[in-house]
């Protein structure tokens, strides 16, 4: 499952749940946390208000009103004045409240403008192998967490925990993926995993997003199947692997019902990879889609 979306990695998800006596006490574990991650920590992804995407020497600036929650808003039209303004200068994050540096570690903790409201900001890709920042406005009394009412995931089905043979890709090659925002973000191909379900071989590429076999603990797969759009999220689902040891692994443990939707499905605030590969089967496991009748 996803973290709060502050989480660092490829794709993020909820870790903690790994250390549950069986595969199912994890994956019941993993969405009550990810409930919280949507809706009820600080930094839930659903009290996101506005987000701002910038690249070196880009700029955006943040004006709001006290005690109007919803009145904090990151300028999107080139105004270079306001209560925050924040740039990037060679790789740097420069960042300015009522025109008084702000560090850059308050602005990865949270830094507080108002009663109930916060920024919170860390590197991210802004475009195919481009870093810079996202720089998230959150709202305590925001009333789309206030709504929530819980992620849907299909029934656990053990069938759809396997163990399948991994081909790594020996020259790590960067693959571009279009984002949910128009942009384009990369990562490297890892390998693919090979194995058969429900009668049909499948082979899965997997992605990471290092080049460095030591860095490399965690490999994420974006994929349709045949429930995409009836039932399962249009634009794709996830599902990561991790706890394989050294990289390549000869083998991974893919569990399907750990299958999650990209923060994307339910907040316009992030940037978040379209998937591209296929599995040829109803993939009745994970994430459903929020959306969906």
Request: one cysteine or more.
């Amino acid at each position: 499952m996803r973290p709060i979306p502050l989480a660092v990695g490829l794709v993020g998800r909820l870790m903690s749940a790994a250390f549950a006596a069986t595969p199912e006490q994890a994956w019941k574990k993993g969405i009550a946390e990810e409930n919280d991650g949507f809706a009820k920590t600080a930094h839930a992804v659903l009290k996101i208000q506005s987000a701002a995407y910038i690249g070196e020497g880009q700029v955006a600036v943040l004006n709001g009103i006290a005690g109007r929650p919803q009145s904090w808003q990151w300028d999107h039209a080139g105004k270079r004045e306001g209560l925050v303004r924040a740039t990037i200068i060679d790789g740097r994050l420069i960042l300015s409240k009522d025109g008084k540096p702000v560090p850059e570690a308050v602005v990865k903790k949270s830094l507080a403008l108002d009663k109930d409201i916060d920024l919170v900001g860390q590197p991210t890709q802004v475009g195919a192998g481009v870093n810079g920042w996202r720089l998230f406005i959150f709202n305590q009394q925001a009333a789309a967490a206030k709504a929530f009412k819980g992620v849907s995931y299909y029934p656990y089905d053990p069938a759809f925990r396997l163990e399948a043979a991994f081909v790594p890709d020996a020259k790590l090659p960067p693959h571009v993926f279009r984002t949910s925002r128009g942009t384009d973000k990369q990562f490297y191909h890892a390998g693919d995993a090979h194995f058969e379900l429900r009668g049909q071989k499948v082979s899965l590429a997997f992605y990471m997003d290092s080049t460095d076999p030591q860095k490399i603990g965690d490999m994420s797969a974006f994929y349709h199947d045949r429930l995409t759009g009836k039932g399962a999220y249009g634009a794709g689902r996830y599902v990561d692997v991790d706890k394989f040891g050294k990289f390549p692994p000869a083998k991974v443990i893919i569990d399907f019902n750990f299958a999650y939707n990209p923060n994307c499905a339910r907040s316009a605030h992030f940037t978040c990879p379209l998937a591209v590969d296929n599995i040829p089967v109803a993939m009745a496991a994970g994430e459903k889609d929020p959306h969906y009748p």
